[in-house]
């Protein structure tokens, strides 16, 4: 069974600082993708990072994929009230029988103002 | 909007009861996944279809069923429901072809949540 740790689990910050979550497994995916999640509402889609090594921007987050695609690390600069919510990680499995995600624990990140 | 709906919203039911949950996809997405969220299990996989057939199983229950329709919605069974079936069932849909296999986007409804008394 593949299994992703997230952590931290809780983090509460104020406005303006920065932040990384990490997500670490023992296995190999084919690639991994981070969403954020809103009370009430499904998870959405942040970004997907493919290749080991690499790395993506989007705004003020930035995500990492390890050089062995076993763990990814989500990076947060200057936070902001707005970013407050659940961050998961979820490790694709893809293989000729289908589309599989394995999703982390999550990270319940709270920015106060 | 993601354009994935799901009902009902809310469902309260019994235990030993049975519940249908339904889901229709995106507008010309083929695949549908359906997923488990609990305060102690997080977010598991539970089935995942493509075009009316069965493509992967996660931890899904025996007593947990669904299937995929020609109009492509999908309907997850629960049946002789316990206490610890109560949770938020996401349906998720995607175009899912081979060679976007890999950045495949995966787009989650809004949820039904369950409530077994």
């Known amino acids: 069974t593949q299994l992703l740790e997230q952590s931290p689990q809780f983090l509460s910050i104020q406005e303006g600082e920065n932040l990384t979550v990490y997500c670490n497994s023992s296995?190999?995916?084919?690639?991994l993708q981070w969403y954020r999640q809103e009370p009430g509402e499904g998870p959405v889609l942040l970004v997907t990072?493919?290749?080991?090594?690499e790395v993506k921007k989007l705004k003020r987050l930035t995500f990492q994929f390890g050089d062995a695609r076993k763990d990814s690390s989500l990076h947060i600069t200057a936070a902001q009230p707005g970013d407050t919510g659940l961050y998961l990680c979820?490790?694709?499995?893809?293989?000729?029988?289908?589309?599989?995600?394995?999703f982390g624990g999550g990270t319940r990140l709270m920015v106060k103002p | 909007d993601s354009g994935v709906t799901q009902t009902p919203k809310h469902l309260i039911t019994a235990t030993g009861q049975r519940v249908t949950l339904r889901c229709s996809p995106r507008s010309g997405d083929l695949s549908v996944y359906w997923y488990q969220q609990s305060l102690d299990q997080g977010l598991q996989f539970l089935i995942h279809?493509?075009?009316?057939?069965?493509?992967a199983k996660g931890n899904i229950l025996e007593r947990f069923s669904a299937q995929q329709f020609p109009d492509l919605h999908s309907e997850l069974n629960l049946s002789s429901l316990e206490l610890g079936d109560s949770a938020l069932y996401f349906c998720?849909?995607?175009?899912?072809?081979?060679?976007?296999?890999?950045?495949?986007?995966?787009?989650f409804g809004p949820g039904t949540r369950l409530t077994v008394l």
């Open positions: 998720a849909s995607s175009v899912d072809y081979w060679w976007e296999g890999l950045t495949d986007t995966q787009y």
């Open positions: 979820a490790g694709l499995s893809l293989d000729n029988a289908g589309n599989m995600l394995t």
């Open positions: 296995s190999v995916f084919s690639s």
């Open positions: 990072v493919v290749t080991g090594g």
């Open positions: 279809y493509y075009n009316g057939e069965e493509r």
